[in-house]
Each structure stands twice: as structure tokens, then as C-alpha cells.
């Protein structure tokens, strides 16, 4: 496994050649997101430095400014990894820049500064702004390793400190199983995550989505998962007082490729509390399913919604076994919305990860609105879900294989593609013109990955970061200000030809001033092994 710096385009050096050195009075101003880390703070006032000066030729000025140590090296070297120093209060540390104009259209400096400066438009008669802050560092893999899973892992899910206190990850396997994660104890293994609850045999075919929903006054996981059975399955997991336990199942008439869950439950008059979840197949369905949560707390009857559990077939997973379930009363669920959504398969359903921030921030107890979904039919739609139309239909030149949404603003989406890609998208429906709806960043990232997108995640802290795996065997980190990605994480062999199949990240929030680490990244594929990588930020200063 390694970390690789993907911006092999950055430091061509041409004008740094020629014969006399221009240059360019600039202001550096500590970015706003930044504005706490005092010791970073550099005197305003505008200085004259080289115009072809780079990334890294901007940093080492930066650590001029600050009395930190300087690395004496040129910038073809730029973004070189794991530099031992001793004395990490003036350590060297790498920032990265935006320069001047609106903050839409700031890119991450990765060219010389002059030509930055003539791309934006800007005067050179005139002190640029240039905006820094420290780069993010490489993920870096976990000492310890993952757990290994019986089957190939085709979904993971954390949640989020949003979400819950309490970190919790979920795998869903090939062979139907499904798996709760959390940190393991033992400072030993060193942050290493692991099963804390017995597997439980989920469906009869594979796994094939998963989403989470963390309901904090009763302590209770709860997961919707999706598989090429053709069914819904809705599990509950407290670690306290219910082991994993199937709550309720739906069917479609086709393999169900995507699922989310609402976070809170819906409350409808002097109705009871339900959970809302949506899910689409392969037939290019999708349907809405409300489960009753105080049915869990009600005995069987011979209802036709109900059917007597006594035991779920006992089957072999790996080294572990899936439990047999107690005695429950398991709700089957009817649609309360279907439409066919799509011609194809529906890859990704969404509520939109902005509309759960809120929700959970606000407790409210209404009914989301609009649901986002994508297709093989190469087509991003945003539907009503009251009036049951279709607000705003986006066009792909490519299948659309993954979806996620950005928990920062409303109505931006990513999507990854066989063709390599990752693809944003401004699925805003309140824009009425057809050229400003159709905002789509096709050339925002440039194809870097080696084979098919198999899933996208936007990160839970940070608002200009995405994630995206592969069948390549990798995992990328994005910046979407630069159309190269910040790293790449190699998770699999080349030489073994497996795939990675699904990741999942679980970040702390930017203010915690405590540690290092802010968070894990995790990836699963054909290996069987939940691979597990640490996210760090800057460590403060004394």
C-alpha cells in the first residue's frame, strides 16, 4: 500500500530559465477556515517575489515568513513525502494557494504563479491576494490490519459525528452478510477498527448498497440494505440492548442497486414514528418504504404485514457464524411512492447528504421533499416525492455507476464513471434557465483513475474534498479547486488484478484541536479485508 502525490504537472519550471527573474508583489492572507491557527498568521503587507515561482517555491517562502525550517531543494521535487524531522515546531510544512479573484472560481495553484494570475484575470499592476493554508497530508495505512470479511465487501458505511457520537462502520459482503465496526480498545492495535456484533446472514444473494441512520435517544444503528435478491432488508443494532436484528424487509421485482435512509424518524399527525427510505433496481424503479417503529415493540400477529420469526437460517460466514435471530415480529413493507424513475439501472438514490445535515442538526420530524437519482441510463434526475414529478433532468456523456451528495451545500453532487471519471453537478431545480440548470464540471477533474468507478463519498468536514475507489485497486483524494486528484492511495496490488468495491470515511469536525488524526479512511473489495487508513491534520502548536 502506498500514498502518491498526483500532480506530476505541476512544476514545470519553464520561466524559471530565463534570464531575468520577473516578479509579482503579492499579500498573503491566512485562509478564513484558518483564522484560529494563529501561528500561521503572516504580516499583510505586500512583497516582491519571482513570478514563476510554484507551489512549492510559494511554500518555502511561506516558511521564511513563519522562521521555519527551509528545505534547500528545487521545485522538481515538489510534494516529496515523509521527511523525518525531529524538531516539529519549525519543521518545513507544505501549504497550498489560491489566488485572488471570486472564491467560484479559485483554483489550488498548480502552475507558476504568473500564469495563475493571467488565467484569473487579474492585474499585475496591483498587490495579488494570494489565499494559503496547510495542505492536507496523505491518508497513511493503519499498522494494524483490517479485519478480513468472508466474502468480497460490495459496501461501507460510517456514520458521521453529525450523525453519532458513537463511530460505528458497516460492511455488506457478497455472500449476504452484514457486519458492525468500531474501534478497537486495546491501544495496542493502534486505532485499528474491528466487529463488535455477530454477522447476521442479511439476504440470500449478494449485498449490493447500504445506508445508515443513527437514532441517538435510543442509542439505536439502524441500516437499510439492498442486494440481487430483489429485496430490502431494514436491521437494528444497539450495542446494549438489541444485537443485530432484522426489523423489516420489501421487495422489488428486480436486483436493488441502491437505498437511503432518511436519518430521523417521520412523524405524520397523531401517527407513530416511522423511518422513510427510498430504493431503486435494476428495472430503473424506485420506490419509496415507511417502517412503523413502534411495530418493533408489538408482539406477532397474523397480520398479513407480519410474519413469525423463530430463527434465521444458520449459515457459515468465514470464521464466523450469522446468528439466529430471536423470536421477532418482521414488517413486511409496501411501497408508499413507486415510479420508474430510469430506462436502466438505478445506481444511486440520494436525500441529499445537505438536507440530513440539517435535519439532524434541527431534529426535525418532517418529510424530506426531494430525492436526487442516477442511472446507467446516463441521466442525474431530482424528483418531488410529494407530487411525484420530475424537477430536473441531467444528462451524463457516460453511465453514471455512484452518486453522493455534498453534506456542505445544497444540490451539488458527485458521480463517478466507467470512462475513469468523476463528474460534479448543480442539480439546483430553482435555476430556471437551461443553460445555467445544466451546470455540469465535466472538466473539473481530469481521468486519472486506471478502470471502472466503483464509489464516490464527499467528506463530512471538509467541503472541497471527495473521494472516489476503483476496480484499479485505488482510492483518490480530490480537491474539486484542482482537476488533478491530491493522492493517490494505493489499497491493492497492481500485480493481483483485485478491485475495490467500496470505501466510507469517519472524519472528526476541523475544530477538534486535540490529536492529529481526524478521522479513517476504509476501502473493501475482493480481498475480503476492510483495509483502513489514517486521515491526519496539521498538529498544533504549543
Known amino acids: 500500500m502506498s500514498d502518491t502525490p498526483d500532480e506530476s504537472n505541476n512544476n514545470n519550471n519553464d520561466a524559471a530559465t530565463t534570464t531575468t527573474t520577473q516578479q509579482i508583489r503579492v499579500s498573503f492572507r491566512l485562509a478564513p477556515e484558518c483564522q484560529e491557527a494563529t501561528h500561521l498568521t503572516v504580516p499583510p503587507e505586500a512583497i516582491a517575489i519571482p513570478s514563476?515561482?510554484?507551489?512549492?517555491?510559494?511554500?518555502?517562502?511561506?516558511?521564511?515568513?513563519?522562521?521555519?525550517q527551509v528545505e534547500d531543494d528545487d521545485e522538481d521535487n515538489d510534494m516529496e513525502q515523509d521527511k523525518e524531522n525531529n524538531n516539529e515546531d519549525t519543521m518545513a510544512l507544505e501549504f497550498d494557494f489560491l489566488v485572488g479573484g471570486a472564491a467560484s472560481s479559485q483554483r489550488l495553484l498548480r502552475t507558476s504563479l504568473e500564469k495563475e494570475v493571467r488565467r484569473a484575470g487579474l492585474s499585475l499592476e496591483e498587490a495579488v491576494v494570494v489565499t494559503y493554508f496547510p495542505a492536507t497530508p496523505a491518508p497513511t495505512a493503519q499498522e494494524s490490519p483490517g479485519p478480513e470479511l468472508p466474502d468480497w465487501i460490495s459496501a461501507l458505511q460510517s456514520t458521521t459525528t453529525t450523525m453519532s457520537s458513537q463511530p460505528y462502520l458497516v460492511s455488506a459482503c457478497y455472500d449476504g452478510s452484514l457486519h458492525v465496526l468500531q474501534p478497537d480498545?486495546?491501544?495496542?492495535?493502534?486505532?485499528?477498527?474491528?466487529?463488535?456484533?455477530?454477522s447476521i446472514a442479511a439476504h440470500q444473494g449478494p449485498i449490493k448498497c447500504l445506508s445508515l441512520a443513527y437514532h441517538p435517544s435510543q442509542q439505536s444503528l439502524w441500516m437499510a440494505t439492498g442486494a440481487m435478491d430483489n429485496t430490502v432488508s431494514l436491521h437494528e443494532y444497539n450495542n446494549t440492548t438489541t444485537p443485530l436484528t432484522c426489523r423489516a424487509t420489501a421487495v422489488h421485482a428486480a436486483s436493488v442497486a441502491s437505498v437511503s435512509l432518511w436519518p430521523q424518524p417521520i412523524r405524520n399527525g397523531n401517527d407513530g414514528p416511522t423511518l422513510c427510505l427510498a430504493s431503486g433496481d435494476w428495472d430503473g424503479g424506485v420506490f419509496l418504504w415507511s417502517h412503523d417503529l413502534n411495530h418493533d415493540s408489538h408482539s406477532p400477529t397474523n397480520d398479513d404485514d407480519q410474519e413469525e420469526v423463530t430463527s434465521h437460517k444458520k449459515r457459515k460466514t468465514g470464521s464466523q457464524t450469522a446468528i439466529d435471530a430471536e423470536s421477532t415480529a418482521i414488517q413486511k413493507l409496501s411501497p408508499t411512492v413507486s415510479l420508474q424513475a430510469h430506462n436502466s439501472k438505478v445506481s444511486g438514490v440520494?436525500?441529499?447528504?445537505?438536507?440530513?445535515?440539517?435535519?439532524?442538526?434541527s431534529s426535525s420530524s418532517t418529510m424530506p421533499e426531494q430525492l436526487i437519482t442516477a442511472s446507467w441510463d446516463h441521466s442525474i434526475k431530482v424528483w418531488n416525492i410529494e407530487r411525484q414529478d420530475c424537477l430536473l433532468t441531467l444528462n451524463s456523456s457516460r453511465v453514471v455507476s455512484c452518486l453522493d451528495t455534498s453534506p456542505h451545500s445544497a444540490g451539488i453532487c458527485v458521480t463517478g464513471h466507467p470512462d475513469c471519471t468523476v463528474r460534479l453537478w448543480d442539480v439546483r431545480a430553482a435555476t430556471t434557465a437551461v443553460d445555467e440548470s445544466m451546470t455540469v464540471s465535466?472538466?473539473?477533474f481530469r481521468p486519472s483513475h486506471q478502470a471502472w468507478i466503483s464509489d464516490v463519498q464527499w467528506s463530512s468536514t471538509n467541503p472541497y474534498q471527495v473521494y472516489s475507489s476503483s476496480h484499479d485497486g485505488t482510492v483518490k483524494v480530490w480537491d474539486i479547486r484542482s482537476s488533478l486528484p491530491l493522492y493517490t492511495v494505493r489499497v491493492l496490488p497492481?500485480?493481483?488484478?483485485?478491485?475495490?468495491?467500496s470505501l466510507a470515511t469517519w472524519e472528526t469536525s476541523n475544530n477538534d484541536t486535540t490529536t492529529t488524526n481526524r478521522g479513517y479512511l476504509f476501502a473493501g473489495g475482493t480481498n475480503r479485508v476492510v483495509e483502513q487508513f489514517e486521515l491526519k491534520s496539521l498538529k498544533p502548536l504549543s
Not at 497492481?494 to 468495491?501: F, I, N, Q
Open 52 to 68: 514563476h515561482l510554484q507551489r512549492k517555491g510559494l511554500s518555502a517562502v511561506m516558511n521564511h515568513l513563519l522562521g521555519r
Open 185 to 198: 480498545s486495546n491501544s495496542s492495535n493502534n486505532g485499528a477498527w474491528k466487529p463488535v456484533a455477530s
Open 350 to 361: 440520494c436525500w441529499g447528504n445537505y438536507e440530513k445535515r440539517l435535519a439532524l442538526e
Open 442 to 444: 465535466d472538466n473539473v
Open 494 to 501: 497492481a500485480s493481483t488484478g483485485e478491485k475495490v468495491l
